[in-house]
């Protein structure tokens, strides 16, 4: 009987251990980003600030995406209503995905403003019409997301 508490006893503490920590203190705030169906909705968020849009497949089924996520989510709070984060569900919107020319997924981007229906996507500091030269495709760190989005604030 007394092997059986101290067996009981032990597992508790090891129950008790091992979520310890599990919950999250941190005082970060993070944002969803705006899920988009139509280019309308992305001209609309244009005319008041930059739009930084990322095109992936949901539901976890691409590994990149997922761990792009929080990612944007904290840049979506740091530059909160400054910036809009966007993100286009390849599967679901897949004509805004051909109008981007999506092959490899996330594929992002900023688009700084609209000159007379023409984007004029964020690129390395300057301005480009060539989406493609704007792409930042696969998982890409927080740095290079931030010079971004400082550029096409910068630049609009």
């Not at 508790?12 to 203190?25: E, I, K, P, R």
């Not at 691409?62 to 910036?83: F, H, N, R, T």
């Amino acid at each position: 009987m007394r092997n059986r508490i101290t067996i009981l006893t032990l597992l508790l503490m090891a129950v008790m251990v091992s979520f310890s920590g599990c919950t999250d203190n941190s005082t970060a705030h993070q944002s969803e980003l705006v899920t988009v169906n139509s280019i309308e909705e992305i001209d609309a968020m244009l005319e008041t600030a930059p739009v930084f849009i990322e095109l992936g497949r949901g539901g976890g089924l691409c590994p990149s995406c997922v761990e792009q996520k929080p990612i944007l989510e904290e840049l979506a709070a740091e530059y909160d209503g400054k910036v809009h984060f966007v993100y286009i569900d390849i599967d679901k919107q897949y004509q805004l995905a051909a109008m981007f020319n999506v092959y490899f997924i996330p594929d992002m981007f900023v688009i700084a403003r609209s000159d007379n229906g023409t984007y004029k996507y964020v690129q390395h500091g300057t301005l480009t019409t060539n989406s493609e030269q704007a792409k930042m495709i696969g998982f890409t760190p927080k740095g290079p997301l931030e010079i971004a989005i400082l550029d096409a604030l910068r630049l609009r």
